[in-house]
């Protein structure tokens, strides 16, 4: 199996249902505002702009772990938690405060800069916040409409919108926690690896991959080895996700390196320095988080962070969450084909620098 192939197949697929879906929402909106129409096909050009479509392609194996067939159904209900994903990006966007995403605006900036443009100066900043409030909420009520007329056994239909409501339910207590994390003074390495949990792991693979079973008939023992991979999975993913944000390409992630610092999060690549480094390293640390670096103050943050061996036990703890994943999978008793390409994934989540 050519994991590469078998991710770019499924991803133009996934972006032909999301782009002909949201094209009927601009027609929609269109009906009632030109105002609607404009924000309604904005919010069609950020979810198509870019992304790997991991979450509805593990969406999609979930599924294919326990039943063939039906793809272009499965394939429609999966764009759901790619418009769950769009929700969250633009209202975590405001939260961060970044001003990039995938390489081009995020949403409220994006109003900011129309606001500007056409309405003006006054209070642009939080005419941008609103309309990307506005807009998260819209995609989120998208994203429940697509699974709630997923065709499927109404039964099935029922069980899994209740799961992606517990899914976005999860993410905001991650993201309380997250929020908190910046303001407290103390701040322990459990605590990080909880809000990776219900904040990422829940909606990058466990949920998907839950919901998209759910759809499949899965009885609770296949939920349980589903959650058994998607957590570990999903920690790994966050802590590779947080090395790329310190380490990575600017062009490849599509956002500023080293953002995690000015907006101040203590992630385990910080934590783990922090434990390890000398006074005038650990303090030169703290004066930065949550505030903005020159890129020869982010290189010295860096050096902290290898000299420390902060990058290294990172690394293990992604390599070691990759094996307890690949591990619940081989034990399972799901369809061939699926068990091989949810083992070869981990792999390529590992490796993946964007």
Do not use: W
Not at 110 to 118: A, D, G, N, Q, S
Not at 162 to 188: A, M
């Amino acid at each position: 199996m050519d994991i590469n192939a078998v991710i770019a197949s499924y991803r133009a697929k996934i972006n032909r249902h999301l782009e002909s879906f949201l094209a009927n929402k601009v027609e929609e909106a269109a009906r009632i505002s030109p105002y609607v129409r404009d924000l309604v096909a904005n919010a069609k050009e950020y979810t198509l702009r870019g992304g790997k479509r991991l979450r509805p392609i593990f969406f999609i194996y979930g599924y294919k772990c326990l039943s063939a067939g039906n793809e272009e159904a499965i394939i429609e209900a999966a764009i759901s938690i790619e418009l769950m994903q769009s929700y969250l990006l633009i209202h975590d966007d405001i939260m961060d405060e970044d001003e990039l995403r995938r390489g081009k605006p995020t949403f409220h900036a994006l109003y900011k800069e129309i606001c500007e443009r056409e309405f003006g100066h006054a209070k642009s900043d939080r005419f941008g916040e609103n309309m990307a409030i506005i807009t998260g909420d819209l995609l989120e009520s998208y994203g429940e409409e697509v699974l709630a007329s997923a065709d499927f056994d109404a039964q099935y239909v029922r069980k899994a919108l209740c799961k992606y409501l517990q899914v976005v339910r999860n993410v905001g207590y991650g993201q309380i926690l997250d929020v908190l994390s910046e303001r407290r003074g103390h701040i322990t390495t459990d605590d990080v690896l909880r809000i990776h949990k219900l904040k990422t792991a829940s909606y990058t693979i466990e949920g998907p991959l839950q919901i998209g079973a759910i759809l499949g008939g899965a009885e609770e023992e296949d939920l349980d080895v589903m959650r058994d991979y998607g957590i570990p999975l999903g920690i790994a993913f966050q802590i590779q996700d947080d090395i790329l944000g310190m380490f990575g390409d600017k062009n490849k992630i599509g956002k500023p390196v080293g953002s995690d610092i000015r907006e101040g999060k203590k992630t385990l690549l910080i934590l783990y320095a922090l434990e390890h480094s000398n006074a005038d390293e650990r303090r030169f640390i703290q004066k930065k988080l949550g505030n903005r670096l020159t890129e020869d103050e982010m290189q010295m943050i860096r050096d902290i962070v290898i000299r420390t061996g902060s990058l290294d036990y990172s690394i293990g703890l992604v390599n070691a969450n990759i094996e307890k994943a690949k591990r619940a999978m081989e034990n399972s008793k799901f369809r061939t084909e699926a068990k091989e390409f949810l083992i070869k994934i981990c792999d390529f989540i590992a490796r993946r620098e964007y």
